[in-house]
């Protein structure tokens, strides 16, 4: 099926579903708007979609989410940035002018290793572990602005991360938020650091109690290893044991620290970044509702129930009918359905000898809700066979036409089986009437028995 049109159309259309999830909208304009401006099963859902989302507010919230959106990015990128100064001044010892390395390599890389290292192992776990990422703070916060407490920002937040995660891109969508925040912040770390280092004396050393001075030795030597490659200096040995080195020695300190802080904190997060772009890029084609879901399967039942009949070659006399649909018969379960659809009161359903052959029953009034309700039923369980009773002395109208189309849409054979007395006219005027609405592929009649031989 084609794909909505937008992300905006995609998280509308999730975001009305998640709404219909505790109760149905009033959608009957809507769907014949639907009906008449688009051709396809998709175009119709995003349409009807589009015009619940109007009526309550929907695309409103989203407008506003998608203006506050970079406001509230570059307001956490200053903290960030804030943050990242603050902890280059620490790491440059204030007004002592002394820095441990070790000590300054562990707090400019060590939350920064823990988050990199925790995004790579979501990658292969649930979402739920990114709930405290840069990303996913970032679209809380933008929510909570946008909207507040009330509105609709919280089904907007939970229709996006449903969509993210359906595509398999919730983990590179945050991810490229959280990646892009990391690098600004080493890169106004560096900055920092390197104006400070070459217009002011600092003195660079380690400094243990229980550790051997060769740990450091070789420690300095396998971080200096990926650094080196891009040209920067690693102290050697002598400089390394050396407690307080001449000044030659503090400058290899110095860009060992600067290269270490580059090669394993802001290539990678810069470079994780671009994979995130890279990946939604070729993703995002898959930001699209899932069709094949009950909701949607019964929406789609519902639009061809009212899609106008396509005139080939009729007679000009006869008011032509759509052939009515159904499901394949692999693509229904083994299951038998019994409807009684708008029946007096004074007619028990479902007779004793439906129940006796196992069939699922279900009673409609008639009522919007009702009508939904079966439709959802229908839509989840895909019933190879459905018997739908109805009062056999009453007449058919358009709401029986329209209700037997959705039935039938929703499953591989449906029988109407006229409940009641039926004498000789009424039976005829019901299949008469089925004969002009198109529906006489429909079986139809007054007796239990003869309507169900077959399908036992």
Not at 30 to 55: F, K, Q, S, T, W
Not at 65 to 81: D, N, S, Y
Not at 293 to 304: T, V
């Amino acid at each position: 099926m084609p794909h909505p049109s937008s992300f905006q159309d995609a998280t509308l259309t999730e975001a009305v579903r998640l709404i219909e999830e505790t109760g149905p909208l009033e959608d009957s304009q809507a769907l014949r708007e639907a009906v008449g401006a688009e051709p396809g099963a998709a175009g119709r859902i995003v349409r009807r979609a589009r015009i619940l989302a109007e009526r309550t507010g929907l695309v409103a919230e989203f407008a506003r989410a998608r203006a506050w959106a970079p406001w509230v990015l570059l307001g956490l990128v200053a903290v960030i940035v804030i943050a990242g100064l603050s902890l280059a001044g620490n790491v440059l010892g204030g007004g002592e002018r002394r820095i441990n390395v070790v000590v300054a390599l562990a707090s400019l890389l060590g939350l920064h290793l823990l988050t990199l290292l925790l995004w790579l192992i979501g990658l292969l776990v649930s979402p739920g572990s990114f709930n405290a990422s840069f990303g996913w703070i970032w679209m809380a916060l933008t929510a909570r602005v946008a909207g507040g407490r009330q509105g609709q920002a919280p089904v907007l937040l939970r229709a996006t991360t449903r969509l993210l995660a359906q595509a398999r891109l919730l983990p590179w969508a945050l991810g490229f938020v959280s990646h892009a925040i990391w690098a600004l912040s080493f890169a106004v770390a560096i900055a920092a650091m390197l104006f400070a280092l070459a217009f002011r004396n600092y003195t660079l050393n380690w400094e243990t109690t229980i550790l051997d001075p060769d740990f450091f030795v070789q420690g300095v030597q396998w971080l200096g290893r990926l650094p080196a490659w891009l040209g920067f200096p690693v102290p050697d040995a002598d400089a390394v044991r050396s407690p307080l080195a001449a000044a030659s020695g503090q400058r290899a300190w110095a860009l060992w620290l600067t290269g270490c802080i580059v090669v394993y904190g802001l290539l990678p997060r810069t470079a994780f970044a671009l994979l995130c772009a890279a990946v939604w890029r070729m993703r995002r084609k898959a930001l699209s509702p899932d069709l094949s879901l009950p909701y949607y399967r019964k929406l789609i039942a519902r639009f061809d129930a009212l899609t106008p009949p396509r005139i080939v070659d009729a007679d000009p006399g006869q008011s032509p009918h759509l052939a009515p649909r159904h499901l394949p018969s692999d693509d229904t379960t083994d299951t038998l359905m019994a409807i009684g659809f708008e029946l007096p009161d004074e007619l028990p359903w479902p007779p004793a000898a439906l129940e006796m052959r196992g069939a699922r029953a279900m009673r409609v009034d008639g009522s919007a809700s009702a009508r939904r309700q079966l439709l959802d039923t229908l839509a989840r369980l895909r019933p190879r066979r459905v018997l739908v009773g109805c009062h056999a002395g009453s007449s058919p109208d358009r709401g029986t036409e329209r209700f037997l189309r959705e039935v039938l849409a929703l499953c591989s054979d449906c029988r109407l089986w006229l409940f009641g007395t039926a004498d000789e006219e009424a039976r005829r005027r019901w299949h008469t009437w089925l004969a002009d609405t198109g529906l006489d592929g429909i079986r139809a009649g007054d007796a239990l028995e003869p309507m169900l031989h077959d399908w036992t």
